[in-house]
């Protein structure tokens, strides 16, 4: 090949990848400095079907947190029974467990961000599964809960995997990546019911652990084998520089850009496959004090703040407060076992979410292209700001606080209304909180991208630890002043600081 067919061959190469990024660009989204197109060690230009592979696990990962956690749940009267307590305090080995799944990311978010996230996810995979064997075998109330402790030190998916979609995608993807993390996440609460109603129904409530305990298992081998490293630090390289920003055909350069469609190597992912992943540069040295002050340094931000307590205050009221009392409730009031309180309660939630995010993940995306479209032919420098995600918020503000009503009016009145008024109240608040998810991870994410992990990190302990408050009274406070003024307060709580959002 003559040295003029290789001239217009590169040309080709580069004016290709100009192309790619101009279309990866034309909603006027800022790409990361961090992705050169020849680069396969940076999750972000890893082939898309790697991609769909690592969110597809890690998505998983975040939804055995919630089975591990609220699968027993239906089967808390039979619990109570063995052990001679009443429901209410048959629920609070669930509560301790929603507690540690807030506390537990202090711990292994600064672990992760140091040695990578592959080893902590590995870890508590396989914690998650000890201890749910643990409790299976409990001989007593108290040693179920000590086993619940360490369980619940399990769901690290719930803060690092938001951090997982951002080390993976570009901004302008990341609504529908967070979108299917988010769906798969609650669903896996919501599947919970289904799947403690049927095994506590026909084998006992022991055998609700020993089932989650060997799921956990399947998704530690598949994560050992499958599970790539995607925390990736680019050495320091010395670029161009235009008006403070890095030129752009620094990245377009015939040196830098190899081809339009870069492919993973065997060897690459391998590489990708150890424990300790050589590819960090310049990692923090990892002290003490970080296991607090990264996130405490940004908990007051109010755009990390105000969604975050907003988020944690709907899905407290419209997840955690039906989780913990269905059981009494429903049994109570239509005289049913685990089996039908698991199927009813866990296909309402089930159906919701994914409806919910069916709507909201193409929404929020949909809405920041529109807006960085028309921010781009309004001439300002830059894209236009991540507040443009926060109009996909509305429907469901209407939706929870509607759902609440329905929900607790209809309990109140039960011997006068059919069973499936509050199960599709159930359903419509869970379509709802969905929406709200979405946009409130997408949001507070897009604000602070190189803090993706902490943000999450301070999101998943609001949300946990407001879950868990209400969690501790619900029942009883239903009890005294009657479930359509409980749940009238998840209104006006919601709504309060929705204002303020």
Request: proline letters at 5%; a neutral charge.
């Amino acid at each position: 090949m003559s040295s003029t067919d290789q001239d217009g061959n590169g040309e080709k190469v580069v004016v290709q990848a100009k192309r790619d990024l101009e279309e990866a660009d034309s909603v006027g989204t800022l790409l990361s400095p961090n992705a050169p197109s020849n680069d396969l060690d940076n999750p972000l230009s890893w082939p898309l079907r790697v991609k769909i592979m690592v969110l597809t696990q890690v998505s998983l990962l975040a939804a055995l947190g919630g089975l591990n956690t609220a699968t027993i749940n239906p089967a808390l009267v039979d619990l109570g029974e063995e052990f001679h307590i009443s429901t209410v305090t048959a629920s609070y080995q669930t509560t301790v467990c929603i507690a540690l799944n807030g506390v537990a990311p202090w711990l292994w978010i600064p672990l992760a961000n140091k040695y990578g996230r592959r080893p902590i996810y590995l870890f508590t995979t396989f914690l998650g599964f000890a201890s749910a064997l643990s409790c299976a075998y409990a001989t007593s109330f108290g040693t179920l809960i000590v086993a619940r402790v360490f369980n619940g030190f399990f769901p690290v998916a719930f803060a690092l995997g938001a951090s997982t979609v951002t080390d993976l995608f570009f901004s302008h993807q990341r609504g529908r990546a967070m979108g299917f993390f988010t769906v798969v996440m609650t669903t896996g609460a919501h599947f919970a019911p289904i799947l403690g109603g049927l095994v506590g129904g026909y084998l006992g409530w022991r055998w609700i652990f020993k089932v989650v305990s060997i799921i956990d298992a399947i998704m530690f081998i598949t994560s050992l084998f499958c599970l790539p490293e995607t925390l990736y630090t680019q050495p320091v390289q010395t670029q161009d520089v235009v008006d403070g920003q890095p030129a752009k055909s620094a990245s377009l350069s015939s040196s830098s850009v190899q081809a339009s469609s870069p492919t993973m190597t065997r060897q690459t992912y391998l590489r990708h496959l150890t424990l300790l992943s050589p590819l960090h540069h310049s990692l923090p040295a990892l002290r003490p004090l970080r296991f607090l002050l990264d996130t405490l340094s940004i908990s007051w931000y109010p755009s990390i703040l105000l969604p975050a307590l907003y988020y944690a205050t709907q899905y407290g009221f419209a997840s955690i407060l039906p989780a913990v009392t269905v059981a009494a409730i429903f049994s109570e009031a239509y005289h049913w076992r685990a089996l039908t309180i698991g199927l009813t309660y866990g296909t309402a939630l089930t159906v919701g979410g994914i409806l919910g995010e069916c709507f909201a993940g193409w929404i929020v995306d949909g809405l920041l292209i529109r807006a960085q479209r028309r921010h781009r032919a309004s001439g300002e420098p830059g894209s236009a700001p991540p507040e443009v995600r926060l109009t996909c918020i509305w429907p469901g503000e209407i939706l929870v606080p509607a759902a609440l009503l329905i929900y607790g009016f209809t309990l109140h009145y039960h011997h006068q209304v059919h069973w499936f008024a509050p199960i599709f109240a159930i359903g419509l608040g869970c379509f709802g909180l969905q929406i709200t998810t979405t946009t409130c991870y997408t949001y507070a994410i897009d604000c602070y991208k190189q803090n993706s992990a902490e943000v999450a990190q301070m999101i998943n302990f609001t949300r946990q630890i407001i879950g868990m408050t209400f969690a501790f009274y619900a029942k009883d406070l239903g009890d005294d002043i009657g479930f359509q003024w409980l749940f009238v307060m998840g209104r006006d709580g919601g709504n309060r600081f929705s204002d303020e959002v």
